[in-house]
Nanobody, 128 residues
């Protein structure tokens, strides 16, 4: 059974930074490409970032490009999301997700339906 556990959320002032972590168990994280999504109250879940299995390829939503960085440490079975210059509108529950497919078309990296496993989420609140 694959489990994903997010951590690192919290309350931060606008302009501040947070680093989220997602630890996996049950299977090596190198088996998955990984994504981060978020869901704000009353809104649909939206894509934030994706990283390939090797970590050589990353992809971001326009809303976070240049502010957020996704990375991974396969030896630690962990993926990270470094969030800088946080804005009030970044407030959401952040979820990590794992995709086990051998190949993911570029256009599907941002689709929640592509991912097989999900964490329980961690709350990020940015005060204005």
């Amino acid at each position: 059974q694959v489990q994903l556990v997010e951590s690192g959320g919290g309350l931060v002032q606008a302009g501040g930074s947070l680093r989220l972590s997602c630890a996996t168990s049950g299977r090596s994280i190198s088996s998955f490409s990984m994504g981060w999504f978020r869901q704000a109250p009353g809104k649909e879940r939206e894509f934030v970032a994706h990283i390939s299995r090797s970590g050589r390829s990353t992809y971001y939503a326009d809303s976070v490009k240049g502010r957020f960085t996704i990375s991974r440490d396969n030896a630690k079975n962990t993926v990270y999301l470094q969030m800088n210059s946080l804005k009030f509108e970044d407030t959401a529950v952040y979820y990590c997700a794992a995709d086990s497919s051998q190949f993911i078309p570029d256009e599907r990296r941002g689709s929640s339906r592509q991912y097989d496993y999900w964490g329980q989420g961690t709350q990020v609140t940015v005060s204005s």
